[in-house]
């Protein structure tokens, strides 16, 4: 007989009760990193403010920052920024957004890159970006029949997101800007 270790699974119901900040992801409980640094807060707030003046002209869309998402009973995560181009169903997100936006940071790097990157692909998330605050750089992914193709890299250039909805130039440039004219 094979001994091997118990793996609990938790569901939506029980991330409700927990306290803290997690996320839930194929049942697997995963702690947030303590609260995000400065500049990192300063970049999600960047990426926000242009979707959400790049949507004021879309009634269908709308940007949101740090909101959980629940893909499944065992799965919530809570990326940095995203689009929606529906209404959400109650208090909750519980349908993929039309894109996300995760800012890199280096406690972060492999669950961004590797578990999100993974997840988002399969419930369907039809543009990931992913954020490198150091190397002021973006990379723009774009599901394709059920696969992520990488669009670019992004640092100074603009690139048009055509959403399920809407379309939108987004100005790559404009995330390393610094009050006081400052890259």
């Known amino acids: 007989m094979s001994m091997q270790p118990a793996v609990e699974a938790y569901t939506v119901q029980d991330y409700l009760q927990w306290e803290g900040d997690w996320e839930l992801i194929h049942g697997q409980p995963v702690a947030m990193v303590p609260s995000p640094s400065f500049d990192h807060q300063q970049l999600s707030a960047a990426v926000f403010r242009q979707l959400d003046e790049s949507l004021d002209d879309c009634p269908h869309c709308q940007a949101v920052f740090e909101i959980d ?21 109650g208090e909750r997100l519980t349908r993929a957004p039309d894109l996300i936006f995760e800012v890199i940071s280096p406690k972060t790097t492999r669950r961004d890159e590797v578990v999100k990157f993974d997840l988002y ?5 039809p543009h990931y970006v992913l954020v490198y605050p ?7 992914w774009r599901l394709v029949e059920g696969e992520y193709r ?11 997101f055509e959403l399920s909805k809407c379309a939108f130039d987004f100005d790559f440039s404009r995330l390393w800007k610094r009050k006081g004219g400052q890259a």
């Open 150 to 160: 990488k669009v670019g890299d992004f640092h100074d250039e603009t690139h048009c």
């Open 134 to 140: 150091q190397a002021k750089k973006a990379k723009v």
């Open 69 to 89: 998402v629940e893909f499944a009973q065992d799965t919530v995560v809570r990326p940095d920024v995203l689009v929606i181009c529906y209404q959400p169903e």
């Open 121 to 125: 692909r399969t419930e369907g998330v």
